[in-house]
């Protein structure tokens, strides 16, 4: 079993459609974050976070210690979200340990 | 301000061949990651350096790999040989401490035939 496991691992949405990305690890972290691949592309960090949630535009990033779960939300999703979302959690002697990632497609 | 910077972008070798990939990572970040990503998977790390020290190398398979950032800025990641199971996307990051947030370069896609 992974440490980290993201759901769904494919998803597809409509434009506008909110969007849902779960996160669960099963390690002791000292802060998750959510990161963006593009295809052909680098990865962009959307948010590190340690408790509690966080917003930056249409994204929302929340996260609950006790139950070792984040989730990443979209709203109003538009097709340039179209990505490969990434959660990793940040474990003693500062290692990343990521989870294989979400591909999300939204179509027009 | 410039980003993560990685060369080659693509690199297509026959197996058994070395192969060398270059990374100048952002102005002022200490931290600075060497990751392997395999097609539909998440990155693993393979190194870290805090300036010019390995500081966690435990993933670096040592037999083939090796890694160096001589003046505490740019690195270089080294295959030699390459096998046909090391064809992936190799990352490097850096950060200004520790794990804080880590910026990605674009990745050296390998390709190895």
């Known amino acids: 079993k992974n440490e980290v496991e993201q759901s769904p691992q494919n998803l597809t949405a409509q434009e506008g459609e909110f969007i849902t990305i779960n996160c669960s690890y099963s390690?002791?972290?000292?802060?998750l974050h959510w990161l963006q691949q593009h295809p052909g592309g680098g990865i962009v960090s959307l948010f590190m976070l340690s408790s509690g949630k966080k917003k930056h535009g249409r994204l929302i990033a929340t996260i609950n210690i006790q139950e070792k779960h984040s989730s990443l939300h979209i709203t109003a999703s538009h097709p340039r979200d179209s990505a490969v979302y990434i959660c990793a959690v940040e474990t003693s002697g500062s290692r990343l340990t990521f989870g294989e990632g979400t591909q999300l497609t939204v179509n027009p | 301000e410039a980003g993560v910077v990685q060369s080659p972008r693509y690199k297509i070798i026959e197996k058994k061949q070395p192969v060398a990939f270059w990374c100048n990572p952002i102005s002022g970040h200490n931290t600075l990651y060497w990751y392997l990503q395999n097609l539909g998977q998440g990155p693993e790390l393979l190194i870290r350096?805090?300036?010019?020290?390995?500081?966690?190398d435990s993933q670096l398979p040592k037999d083939r790999f090796s890694a160096e950032r001589l003046k505490g800025v740019d690195s270089t990641l080294k295959i030699q040989p390459a096998e046909l199971g090391d064809s992936a996307v190799y990352l490097c990051?850096?950060?200004?401490?520790?794990?804080?947030?880590?910026?990605f370069g674009p990745g050296t896609r390998l390709l190895v035939l």
């Open positions: 390690v002791g972290i000292s802060a």
């Open positions: 350096y805090e300036n010019e020290e390995a500081v966690d």
């Open positions: 990051a850096s950060s200004k401490q520790g794990v804080e947030t880590q910026y």
